[in-house]
């Protein structure tokens, strides 16, 4: 394309998640193809970020949730992408937003991807059944509309755009995993074994699940539980005796909030990576511990079934069953190397930085026809 294409890549955080994470990688991609003005579009938005080659546009003043969630921020995400009249619009993480941009782009001619990031996004279920029942309904409506309009749907993984197609009787038009690069960090699991945990502190994680298994495995010696993600927040009762249950776990260390590049170096040295959540979309922490050697064991989360069919990790099923499938690992280390063998072959073909190509394919072909 000879024309420079204007993208407006709208999203509530500009930090934080592993939807921001690829949102990362999309934007150095786009900007080393250096066709694209790239507008990064975000209520919270992080001040010690520097944006290099792509511009932030600040939505609101307040960088607080709104209490009625982002749908109430329709005036000034409208306004912005008018003053901004973007080609094409890239939208993640389902919610008030994702409505506001399939608005504007119909009223404007302007092509929308809208990228699934959650299970929750493509069924009539919500993601936080804590929060107040008319912002939980405003958000799935703004997102409901925008199934029923945006020009293309992205999803994760095949169980995602049956689920669209059920609940919604709409096609993906697209199937495109999470992308990551090879690791940089060096790989060593000389160090005693460890078992890691990765997420920020929330109900739907169920990080109390990781506390239990660390006190029922006290008896293997020497062996490390490690927790990493940001501290809970919300119901103090629970957030209270989440803390207290890790603090006297003696074979338990929380390291809280770790930069990415720390996350991963503690996945290189980690022996058994663990998921303990009620559902996900497609965990970026998989494909961070298939790449770095670290076996995935799931208590539920298993997207289109890949830890049996590809042979990549185990899916536990119940609290039973992962205690004893991390025990069986810990004191396996041929059947650990096994798993990882496989793990970092199928990640390294499926998730690499190819896909970003996909992506971009596609919103090329977005601004051909805008």
Request: hydrophobic share 40%; proline share 4%.
């Given at each position: 394309?000879?024309a420079?294409t204007?993208?407006?890549?709208?999203?509530?955080?500009?930090?934080?998640?592993?939807?921001?994470?690829q949102?990362?990688?999309?934007?150095?991609?786009?900007?080393?193809?250096?066709?694209?003005?790239?507008?990064?579009?975000?209520?919270?938005v992080?001040?010690?970020?520097?944006?290099?080659?792509?511009?932030?546009v600040?939505?609101?003043?307040?960088g607080?949730?709104p209490f009625l969630?982002?749908i109430?921020?329709?005036v000034?995400?409208?306004?912005?992408l008018r003053a901004?009249g973007?080609?094409?619009?890239?939208?993640?993480?389902?919610g008030g937003?994702?409505?506001i941009?399939?608005l504007?782009?119909?009223?404007?001619?302007?092509?929308?991807?809208?990228?699934?990031?959650?299970?929750?996004?493509?069924?009539?279920?919500?993601?936080?059944?804590?929060?107040?029942?008319?912002?939980?309904?405003?958000?799935?409506?703004?997102?409901?509309?925008?199934?029923?309009?945006?020009?293309?749907?992205?999803?994760?993984?095949r169980?995602?755009?049956?689920?669209?197609?059920?609940?919604?009787?709409?096609?993906a038009?697209?199937v495109?995993g999470?992308?990551?690069?090879?690791p940089a960090?060096?790989?060593?699991k000389?160090?005693?074994?460890?078992?890691?945990?990765?997420?920020?502190?929330k109900?739907?994680?169920q990080?109390?699940?990781?506390v239990?298994?660390?006190?029922?495995?006290?008896?293997?010696?020497?062996?490390?539980?490690?927790?990493?993600g940001e501290?809970?927040?919300g119901?103090?009762?629970?957030c209270?005796?989440?803390?207290?249950?890790?603090?006297?776990t003696?074979?338990?260390?929380?390291?809280g909030?770790?930069a990415?590049?720390?996350v991963?170096?503690?996945?290189a040295?980690?022996s058994v990576?663990?998921n303990?959540?009620?559902?996900?979309?497609?965990?970026?922490t998989?494909?961070?511990?298939?790449?770095?050697?670290?076996?995935?064991?799931?208590?539920?989360?298993?997207?289109d079934r890949v830890?049996?069919?590809?042979?990549?990790?185990?899916?536990?099923?119940?609290e039973?069953?992962?205690?004893?499938a991390?025990?069986t690992?810990?004191?396996?280390p041929?059947e650990?190397?096994?798993?990882?063998?496989?793990a970092?072959?199928?990640?390294?073909?499926a998730?690499?930085?190819r896909?970003v190509?996909v992506?971009?394919?596609?919103i090329d072909?977005?601004a051909?026809?805008?």
């Amino acid at each position: 394309m000879s024309a420079r294409t204007r993208l407006c890549i709208v999203n509530p955080f500009q930090h934080g998640g592993g939807a921001e994470f690829q949102i990362s990688l999309l934007i150095a991609a786009l900007r080393q193809a250096d066709r694209f003005d790239v507008y990064y579009l975000a209520r919270h938005v992080d001040e010690t970020i520097t944006p290099e080659g792509y511009t932030v546009v600040r939505i609101g003043r307040s960088g607080r949730v709104p209490f009625l969630g982002y749908i109430t921020d329709l005036v000034p995400l409208y306004r912005a992408l008018r003053a901004i009249g973007p080609q094409v619009i890239y939208q993640r993480v389902a919610g008030g937003y994702t409505g506001i941009c399939a608005l504007y782009a119909r009223r404007h001619r302007a092509r929308m991807i809208w990228h699934v990031a959650h299970e929750t996004d493509v069924t009539p279920q919500t993601l936080d059944a804590g929060r107040n029942f008319l912002r939980r309904r405003l958000e799935k409506w703004s997102v409901e509309y925008a199934i029923r309009r945006a020009d293309r749907i992205v999803v994760q993984t095949r169980d995602q755009g049956a689920l669209l197609s059920r609940h919604y009787g709409r096609q993906a038009d697209a199937v495109i995993g999470n992308f990551h690069p090879e690791p940089a960090e060096a790989i060593d699991k000389s160090g005693p074994p460890t078992v890691v945990w990765i997420a920020n502190l929330k109900r739907w994680k169920q990080p109390e699940v990781f506390v239990r298994l660390a006190q029922s495995l006290r008896d293997m010696e020497g062996v490390q539980f490690v927790m990493l993600g940001e501290a809970p927040s919300g119901s103090q009762h629970w957030c209270e005796m989440l803390m207290q249950s890790i603090q006297v776990t003696p074979n338990l260390t929380y390291l809280g909030h770790r930069a990415q590049d720390e996350v991963n170096k503690v996945l290189a040295r980690a022996s058994v990576f663990v998921n303990t959540s009620v559902h996900e979309g497609f965990p970026n922490t998989f494909i961070q511990a298939w790449l770095r050697n670290a076996v995935v064991v799931s208590l539920t989360v298993n997207p289109d079934r890949v830890l049996e069919t590809q042979g990549v990790g185990i899916h536990a099923g119940t609290e039973a069953g992962l205690t004893q499938a991390v025990r069986t690992l810990l004191t396996n280390p041929a059947e650990r190397a096994g798993y990882a063998e496989r793990a970092r072959a199928y990640a390294s073909s499926a998730h690499s930085v190819r896909n970003v190509g996909v992506l971009m394919e596609m919103i090329d072909a977005c601004a051909a026809r805008a």
